[in-house]
């Protein structure tokens, strides 16, 4: 991810938030690698590619935040955006068990790769998500 931020601060998407969803998608990898079973060596790489993915989609979500919404509305934001992003998280752990127990480790790991990349890529069938454009501000002038 440090990576990533760094080069992030190079690069000047015209349709960022588009790049950061993509990118997130990224983050499915280890998952699904992980239910296909391959070795270390496989998801070792696969943890690259989620973290470099990782990096580009937060770098992605937090610019457009900021550029997009009003600074009196972003503490309220920010609680949406941090109950939609944790809500899942004890759901998933709580299924985990009995449908692995149900399906195998496996195919329940590969889901929920699959799973985490189409919520991932789903905003983008928004046409006001796709359309989004971030507009780079020059270096040394300032900013907004």
């Known amino acids: 991810m440090l990576i990533t931020g760094v ?3 190079r690069v000047a998407a015209r349709r ?5 969803q993509v990118c997130a998608a990224l983050s499915a990898a280890p998952l699904i690698v992980l239910g296909l ?6 998801l070792a790489g696969a943890a690259l590619v989620a ?3 990782g990096g580009v989609a937060n770098v992605a979500w937090d610019t457009t935040v900021q ?7 972003l503490s309220r934001m920010a609680a949406y955006d941090d109950f939609g992003s944790y809500v899942g998280i004890p759901i998933g752990q709580l299924s985990a068990g009995p449908l692995a127990s149900a399906f195998g480790t496996g195919p329940v790991a590969t889901a929920g790769g699959v799973v985490l990349a189409v ?11 796709r359309k989004m454009r971030h507009t780079p501000v020059e270096a040394g002038s300032g900013g907004a």
């Open 37 to 42: 079973q391959p070795g270390f060596v496989a």
């Open 7 to 9: 080069v992030m601060y």
């Open 16 to 20: 960022l938030l588009t790049l950061g």
């Open 51 to 53: 973290g470099l993915g």
């Open 67 to 73: 550029e997009n919404v009003p600074e009196h509305l």
């Open 119 to 129: 919520a991932a890529l789903v905003p983008l069938l928004s046409p006001a998500v």
